[in-house]
């Protein structure tokens, strides 16, 4: 099959409705978990490689809240059934009684096109761009 400029569409589609899924209040993991193929293997800083889909629904739920979730693609090249994602993402962390910090990350994802036509994470890598920058206390904590 050949890799189209709707095949590279699709791809930005779905990375922008992780996104939105990933900034929800409350967030649904599970949700952003089912875009990952069930044996996708993620590579984050200073972690041993999570391997499967529930590991990397386990790894998202242990983020702590955040707002300001951006993703800004770079390119996304393919041949066939795979497909590759580069680009920089942003975000700031909310930490309650805690300063609050600004994330730049680079990352690098590989689609791969699956049976039923669609196009899920096959592994993915992602590092800091910088430092993340502290902006200040966070939000009071609030007994409800």
């Known amino acids: 099959m050949r890799f189209t400029d709707e095949d590279r569409e699709t791809i930005y589609r779905a990375g922008e409705e992780f996104a939105k899924n990933a900034s929800a209040i409350p967030r649904n993991d599970r949700a952003s978990a089912a875009y990952y193929e069930h044996d996708a293997i993620m590579l984050a800083p200073g ?24 993703l800004e693609v770079a390119e996304i090249q393919g041949d066939g059934d795979l497909a590759f994602e ?31 036509g669609s196009w899920k994470v096959a ?4 590092t800091p761009a910088a430092k993340p920058e502290t902006k200040g206390p966070g939000p009071e904590k609030r007994n409800l």
């Open 47 to 70: 972690q041993a490689p999570i391997v499967g889909g529930a590991a990397i629904e386990k790894f998202l739920s242990a983020f702590p809240p955040f707002s300001d979730y951006r």
């Open 86 to 116: 580069r680009g920089t993402a942003s975000m700031t962390t909310i930490l309650l009684q805690e300063p609050t910090n600004a994330w730049r990350i680079n990352y690098i994802v590989v689609w791969r096109r699956q049976v039923d």
């Open 123 to 126: 592994r993915e890598v992602f």
